[in-house]
């Protein structure tokens, strides 16, 4: 299996959960691998590839919803989606409002499960497209020496050339040398794409 390759992992400490979850996904091509526990599944190495979670919420140990919380805190924007026998109104809530994309009430039907995945796959891709191009976008930003940093953020902010040489006490002529710098550096089409990048740099 490919990096490229979705991988969905299934923690369930019912074995034949496991596989029937897993036997489901392979009929519509999509890799899994199956743990029996939160402990299991956190002492394993998997790969960094796109994917998603599918978590029971009632297992030994560590819970669902603990889980969900722990790999939250290290950072992990892996989609998560829930399942449980025991699914109640307070316990969807804690796990759609702490970001969970779907909560599954066993037994569910099949195409409940793929249309969950499915979209989860997708909104992982999705996050790591973003990731990739805001990397991408700081390793430009980087290349900017502090006064074209200066002239970016006041491009952003939607100041002219006058404004800008005024509030940074240099020439006119000055910032446009800087202004044209950054748009070649930050690789900008127009402004609108300078501020767009320069978002993205903010946010990562």
Same mark, same amino acid.
């Given at each position: 299996?490919?990096?490229?390759? +979705?991988?969905?992992?299934?923690?369930?400490?019912?074995? &034949?959960?496991?596989?029937?979850?897993?036997?489901?996904?392979r009929s519509v091509g999509i890799g899994s691998v199956g743990? *029996?526990?939160?402990?299991?599944?956190?002492?394993s190495t998997l790969p960094d590839q796109s994917g998603c !979670?599918?978590?029971?919420?009632?297992? +030994?140990?560590?819970? *669902? /919803?603990?889980?969900? @919380?722990? !790999? @939250?805190?290290? &950072?992990?924007?892996? +989609?998560?989606? $829930?399942?449980? *026998?025991? *699914?109640?109104?307070?316990?969807?809530?804690?796990?759609?409002?702490? &970001? @969970?994309?779907? $909560? /599954?009430?066993? +037994?569910?039907?099949?195409?409940? /499960?793929?249309?969950?995945?499915?979209?989860?796959?997708?909104?992982? %891709?999705?996050?790591?497209?973003?990731?990739?191009?805001? =990397?991408?976008?700081?390793?430009?930003?980087?290349?900017?020496?502090?006064?074209?940093? #200066?002239?970016?953020?006041?491009?952003?902010?939607? !100041?002219?050339?006058?404004?800008? @040489? %005024?509030?940074? #006490?240099?020439?006119?002529?000055?910032?446009?040398?800087?202004?044209?710098?950054? =748009?070649?550096?930050?690789?900008?089409?127009?402004?609108?794409?300078?501020?767009?990048?320069?978002? !993205?740099?903010?946010? &990562?």
């Amino acid at each position: 299996m490919t990096s490229s390759t +979705p991988l969905v992992i299934i923690v369930d400490d019912d074995e &034949g959960m496991r596989e029937s979850v897993g036997e489901i996904l392979r009929s519509v091509g999509i890799g899994s691998v199956g743990f *029996g526990s939160t402990a299991e599944m956190l002492a394993s190495t998997l790969p960094d590839q796109s994917g998603c !979670l599918i978590l029971d919420v009632r297992l +030994p140990g560590l819970s *669902g /919803l603990e889980l969900q @919380a722990k !790999l @939250a805190a290290a &950072g992990s924007r892996r +989609p998560i989606i $829930f399942m449980s *026998g025991y *699914g109640d109104v307070p316990m969807t809530v804690r796990a759609m409002k702490a &970001g @969970a994309l779907d $909560f /599954l009430q066993k +037994p569910f039907r099949d195409q409940d /499960l793929i249309d969950a995945v499915t979209a989860a796959i997708e909104k992982d %891709h999705e996050q790591r497209s973003r990731s990739s191009a805001a =990397m991408e976008i700081a390793k430009l930003a980087a290349t900017l020496t502090p006064r074209e940093t #200066q002239v970016m953020d006041a491009v952003v902010r939607g !100041l002219l050339n006058k404004q800008i @040489a %005024h509030e940074m #006490q240099l020439s006119e002529i000055t910032v446009k040398i800087h202004r044209g710098n950054v =748009m070649r550096k930050m690789k900008a089409a127009s402004v609108a794409d300078l501020v767009r990048k320069a978002e !993205l740099v903010k946010a &990562g």
